[in-house]
């Protein structure tokens, strides 16, 4: 198996008369002689944050900070006249957002709220019976997952800001029912394997990767001797299967490095990634390895969490530490229902808020920066933002997207839809349907999730 | 495959809506219901294979496995340490793709995959330590046959690095296939010795090979019994070695299954399955596999983030908790060392092992300094495990104890209780009174609110047990001036018990079945790689009653898991 797919798309991404990037530090890595033509290629990259937003209806008498005034139109100037809501810090993508209040989560969690959440925001799916609590898993592959096997035939590239010690790591993204995505947290690692699977350049890489297919050549016929065992079980034979599917003989590609200042800077975290002031330095190289990832070729999708299930960072504002991010989002010191009140921690709720959309935001332009003559991948594809839960109160209401990005021309932008409740599966089909995957008839997704749920896309997002 | 999460014993309605059944371990599943088999004192009752899917009834049941237990990233470290004769593991592990968690233990081979991910991480690292490796003329000579000089002959190299990479000797189909890959050596490095070159081909090769990362078990099929199919000697000395020291088989494991010591009569193969495995537990590796159960079960790699307000808590000093991790480990290994040491010493014995900066959390006067040191300690206040700083610290809030955590890790982590889960999106209601922690946690959690079903008797007596001590671990006997009152009583066994200290209540775990069988539970899941399944209980009990009634050594424990039929078997499919 090869991956011809995403480096022919690469190719006719940057095929034509020359690309202008935005972004200096892609420069280096770009094929100068690159020309473009041929159809325009999906990206998408999906972000997510934990312990839910500050927003009504929520706890008490807490006022509406998150959402916008008014659904509708969005403009520069209406979401920054929105000063007091969490997402002005939007407001310089304002035309290219969709920001979608009345999601809903359909099925209830297994006895731990972040875990139930985290398992249906990409997937739609039912959570599982076993294992349940904080060990709980969805019931089927999330959409980050569907589109990169769609549009790259491999899994979605799955970063992780934050400690991996947590109640609840990884419990997001999904290959299928029960099989969990496990994302690189350690950004330097990340790049280092991108950079180490081209395998070095001119001859040397040639040599490389006569090599590796030899070998691969050796490991898949073992893999299928193993396969011919009319005893397997299902699960062995699935098991088995898998591997021989990840055996892949990556083509002589044109990849080089990212900047020295930027290397530099990864490597200054490693090792270090999981400490809560390196947090937002992780995230935020986190999003150059997206683009990276996605500009070389090397990736079609990207996913992101930010923070463990009960993400417990301390964050600091205005110099500043803060109580646990989790705490706060209970409003008590504690991550159950027992702790002292912490006085002012709706404010420091909608803080977080701010600072995750401002990081949302630092994510929109890196790929807004990304030119190409069919335009940037912000219009080529889509990044989407969401919490994990309604609330700190494990709300499966009112779960907040946010998306920015045209897709292609697939998706209308510069909107606040206010909806009435819509399962987040139709969310979904429309966020699969926009990165141009197509159901076996040529038509949109739209029977992703669980097969429960109805069908359908919202069509409010449809251009 | 149904997991153990049917209880060995069943405590029985609790209250109208919380009830605690107690399991083999990590067994997430509320309740279902039903009570089964609490096997007897058999001194090796067997049994034939089971699916999995039902307790055996007065016998040892051989569960239906995977033929692909995938190595865990430790066992892969250790593993191409011990093949390519490195100095230590080459570490490269710390960059590979996660594993998922597939129970109590990160080596349950047969649920573990090999993702796009994790391909490239093999392929990257077995091309780092293949150009490693023949680039060490010291290392590249202990890779040559015994008795070879001069340049190596291709399929005496192969034959003899295979039987150790694949642990079996291979095919003559697959010798001729490397020999094949090791001819063209030259081709795919470039320049250089063409004999090195092919043997690093073969390397890179082997380490990327299914045979080499999956421990592959087919088994005699030829001679079923009962549905029960023996290992081949070279299965039986992986499972042995990677059970109890989480690595390949070493020279004399080897050699026994060349020998056929380790397939034929069941009666010899388990006193030779007795002799390596004795003989391993008391090896370096075997010794770290302990340390890795221990740390993993009692989840000490947590300890390192403990975090504490060193204005309020002024015991805490950075890095203390990987003091508290070293002194874990330290009180587990000494135990288990023990000749005696059993599962009760693990909770009751009053020692422990202390630097200046613990020494501080225990209130100890004397000398001490960065070096640990055993020391003994006030029995009145002191007991085991679970009154150490490590559990203790990690169980609280950076200023405040954490009863309710504390109580939820004894029930889950000790007794193997089945809590059920919470009631949905249960609101935060701040404290409203009480001037101890116990009286406040008591007013929002306890019997007479909503949750007092579980909390009220189950969660909160275990955790008030250690109300004595502080967010850090250090002994007190007030609390916001108040005295304090860690007296309780439980359901242990289905009997209401009754303590008035840590001490008693850790006491009356220590002579709890269900305790010794959680625990037992715990070591058949590590030592199998597998979660236990319900066809175990009669094992899991048998091994359990000994450990209580008997206090059996922890190492006789292991000895004897290792040693019956579903360890010895698998089952047909």
Redesign the interface.
Same mark, same amino acid.
């Not at chain 1, 099989?179 to 496990?182: A, K, M, N, R, S």
């Not at chain 1, 409003?331 to 702790?339: A, C, S």
């Not at chain 2, 793709?97 to 968690?101: E, I, K, L, R």
């Not at chain 2, 990327?208 to 045979?211: F, G, K, L, N, Y």
């Given at each position: 198996m090869t991956i011809k797919n995403s480096v022919l798309d690469r190719r006719r991404f940057l095929r034509g008369t020359g690309v202008a990037l935005g972004l200096p530090l892609l420069e280096s890595f770009m094929p100068k002689t690159a020309r473009a033509a041929g159809p325009a290629p999906g990206y998408a990259v999906f972000l997510v944050d934990m312990n839910g937003v500050q927003q009504q209806p929520g706890f008490g008498n807490e006022p509406e900070r998150f959402w916008p005034t008014k659904a509708g139109a969005l403009t520069t100037a209406s979401m920054m006249a929105d000063s007091g809501r969490a997402v002005s810090e939007l407001a310089a993508y304002a035309d290219y957002l969709n920001i979608i209040r009345g999601v809903s989560m359909a099925f209830?969690?297994? *006895?731990?709220?972040h875990s139930g959440g985290g398992n249906q925001l990409l997937t739609a799916a039912k959570v599982s019976?076993?294992?349940?609590?904080n060990?709980?898993l969805a019931m089927g592959p999330s959409a980050d997952y569907r589109i990169s096997q769609a549009l790259a035939g491999?899994?979605p590239f799955?970063l992780y800001a934050g400690?991996?010690?947590g109640y609840i790591n990884?419990h997001i993204s999904f290959?299928g029912t029960k099989?969990?995505?496990?994302a690189?947290a350690?950004p330097w =690692?990340a790049y280092?394997?991108i950079v @180490?699977?081209t395998g070095g350049a001119g001859a040397a890489q040639e040599?490389?990767l006569?090599?590796?297919r @030899?070998?691969n050549d050796?490991?898949r016929?073992?893999?299928n001797v193993?396969l011919g065992?009319k005893?397997? @079980?299902s699960?062995?034979r699935q098991?088995?299967s898998?591997?021989l599917a @990840?055996?892949?003989d990556i083509e002589q590609q044109m990849v080089k490095e990212l900047p020295a200042a930027t290397v530099a800077d990864l490597k200054s975290v490693d090792g270090q990634q999981g400490t809560d002031g390196n947090r937002l330095k992780v995230l935020a190289l986190e999003f150059d390895l997206a683009v990276f990832a996605l500009a070389s070729g090397q990736h079609r999708v990207v996913f992101i969490q930010n923070g463990d299930g009960t993400d417990g960072i301390g964050y600091t504002v205005n110099g500043v530490k803060l109580p646990s991010y989790h705490h706060i989002s209970?409003?008590?010191? *504690?991550?159950?229902?027992? *702790? =002292?009140?912490i006085d002012g921690a709706d404010l420091m709720h909608h803080q977080i808020d701010r600072i995750h959309l401002r990081h949302f935001g630092m994510l929109i332009g890196k790929m807004g920066a990304v030119k190409t003559p069919m335009g940037s991948l912000l219009d080529l594809g889509f990044a989407a933002w969401a919490n994990q839960l309604g609330d700190g109160?494990?709300?499966y209401k009112n779960v907040p997207y946010i998306i920015a990005g045209r897709a292609g021309g697939y998706l209308k932008t510069g909107q606040f839809l206010d909806l009435p409740k819509v399962m987040n599966n139709k969310l979904l089909n429309t966020l699969i349907t926009a990165a141009g995957v197509r159901s076996s008839a040529g038509g949109p997704i739209d029977d992703f999730g669980d097969p429960s749920l109805p069908k359908g896309l919202i069509p409010g997002l449809v251009a | 495959m149904k997991?153990a999460?049917v209880s060995l014993l069943v405590l029985g309605w609790l209250g109208s809506a919380c009830t605690g059944s107690v399991g083999l371990g990590d067994s997430?599943?509320?309740d279902d219901g039903g009570s089964t088999g609490q096997g007897g004192t058999g001194s090796g009752a067997r049994g034939g294979a089971s699916s999995g899917g039902a307790p055996s009834d007065g016998a040892d049941a051989v569960v239906?496995t !995977?033929?692909?237990a995938?190595l865990s990233h430790k066992q892969w470290e250790n593993t191409t340490r011990d093949l390519l004769g490195l100095p230590k593991a080459p570490g490269l592990t !710390?960059?590979f793709?996660? /594993?998922? !968690?597939h129970g109590r233990f990160d080596n349950a081979g047969?649920a573990l995959? &090999?993702? /796009?991910?994790?391909?490239? /991480?093999y392929?990257?690292a077995?091309?780092a330590l293949a150009a490693k490796v023949s680039s060490d003329a010291t290392l590249l000579a202990k890779l040559k046959p015994s008795g070879a000089t001069g340049a190596v002959q291709p399929k005496p190299f192969i034959e003899a690095f295979g039987r150790r990479a694949f642990r079996r000797p291979l095919t003559t189909e697959e010798v001729d296939?490397?020999a094949a890959?090791f001819a063209?050596g030259s081709a795919?490095?470039?320049a250089g010795d063409a004999s090195v070159l092919g043997m690093r081909?073969v390397i890179?090769?082997m380490l990327?090979?299914?045979?080499f990362l999956y421990r592959?078990e &087919?088994g005699q099929t030829n001679k079923v019994v009962d549905g029960k199919v023996p290992l081949t000697g070279w299965e039986m000395a992986s499972r042995i070695s990677y059970g109890l020291a989480n690595t390949m088989p070493d020279s004399e494991l080897l050699a026994a299954a060349a020998d056929g010591k380790l397939q034929g009569n069941v009666a010899d193969v388990r006193a030779e399955v007795r002799r390596h495995a004795t003989r391993l537990l008391s090896s370096t590796g075997g010794k770290d596999a302990i340390n890795d159960f221990y740390t993993q079960l009692l989840r000490l790699?947590?300890y390192d983030?403990i975090d504490k307000d060193a204005a309020k808590v002024p015991e805490f000093v950075a890095g203390i908790g990987a003091d508290m991790r070293q002194e874990t480990l330290r009180f587990t290994s000494e135990i288990v060392s023990q000749a005696t040491g059993s599962q009760a010493d693990l909770l009751t014995a009053p020692f422990t092992f202390v630097n200046q900066r613990l020494a501080k959390v225990y209130g100890l006067s004397g000398t001490f300094t960065d070096e640990f040191k055993k020391v003994d300690l006030d029995a009145k206040q002191r007991s085991g495990l679970l009154t150490q700083p490590g559990f203790l610290a990690s169980n609280a809030?950076r200023t405040?104890i /954490?009863s309710?955590?504390r109580g939820v890790f004894v029930h889950v982590n000790v007794m193997c209780t089945n809590l059920?889960?919470?009631a949905?999106? &249960?609101?935060?209601?701040?404290?409203t009174g009480g001037k101890t922690n116990r009286e406040? &946690?008591t007013a929002?959690?306890g019997p007479g609110t909503c949750?007092g079903p579980c909390h009220g008797t189950l969660i909160n007596p275990a955790g008030f047990a250690f109300e004595k001590f502080d967010a850090i671990g250090k002994y007190r006997t007030l609390d916001n001036g108040a005295a304090i009152d860690d007296s309780g009583s439980l359901e242990i066994d289905g009997v209401e018990r009754s303590w008035k200290s840590s001490v008693e209540f850790v006491a009356l775990l220590a002579k709890s079945q269900s305790v010794h069988q959680c625990l037992t539970g715990a070591w058949l899941e590590y030592l199998f790689g597998r979660r236990p399944e319900e066809a175990d209980a009669f094992l899991v009990n048998r091994v359990a009653n000994a450990s209580l009634s008997q206090s059996q050594a922890i190492k006789e424990s292991m000895l004897e898991l290792v040693t019956s039929e579903a360890f010895m078997f698998r089952a047909a499919?």
């Open positions: 209830d969690g297994n *006895g731990c709220g019976a076993d294992p349940a609590k060990k709980s491999k899994e799955a400690p991996k010690y990884d290959r099989d969990l995505i496990i690189e350690n =690692t280092s394997k @180490s699977m040599l490389v006569n090599r590796r @030899s070998v050796l490991v016929g073992e893999l193993l065992d005893t397997l @079980s699960a062995d098991r088995i898998m591997h @990840s055996v892949r209970h409003r008590i010191n *504690g991550d159950g229902t027992e *702790g =002292t009140p109160y494990h709300q | 997991h999460n997430p599943e509320a239906a !995977s033929k692909f995938r !710390s960059t793709t996660g /594993d998922a !968690s047969g995959q &090999v993702t /796009d991910g994790l391909f490239n /991480d392929q990257i077995s091309e296939r490397y890959l063209k795919l490095y470039g081909a890179e090769a990327q090979s299914p045979h592959i &087919v790699y947590t983030g809030h405040e /954490d309710i955590h059920p889960p919470p949905k999106n &249960v609101p935060p209601v701040p404290p406040r &946690v929002h959690t949750g499919l």
